[in-house]
């Protein structure tokens, strides 16, 4: 059974930082496509970063800049670097692995909150 697992996620002030991190136990990791998405209390869940296999990321323009994807397939493992947070990125942390148009798994979230 495929597991996806976040951590990392905690309170933080404006203008900090968060090493968000996404383990997965899944066959192959290196193939798969893996999604950071959040979702805040009554929005949609919204993408905030995409790393692709060959490493090839992509952040849209609320998080560019300040969010940075990379990945470690020796250690099946994701990660989401946060900086310069603002209280607007308040949300549940979400990651999606994904291969193709049906397969995907998503972790159970991990909440980052940032306020003073």
């Known amino acids: 059974q495929v597991q996806v697992v976040e951590s990392g996620g905690g309170l933080v002030q404006p203008g900090g930082s968060l090493r968000l991190s996404c383990a997965a136990s899944i066959d192959s990791f290196s193939i798969y496509n893996v999604g950071w998405f959040r979702q805040a209390p009554g929005k949609q869940r919204e993408l905030v970063a995409n790393?692709?296999?060959?490493?090839?990321?992509y952040y849209p323009d609320a998080v560019k800049g300040r969010f940075t994807a990379s990945r470690d397939n020796f250690k099946k493992t994701v990660f989401l670097q946060m900086n310069n947070l603002k209280p607007e990125d308040t949300a549940s942390y979400y990651c999606?692995?994904?291969?193709?148009?049906?397969?995907?798994?998503w972790g159970q979230g991990t909440q980052v909150t940032v306020s003073s």
């Open positions: 999606n692995v994904g291969y193709g148009r049906t397969t995907n798994y």
């Open positions: 790393i692709l296999p060959n490493s090839i990321t």
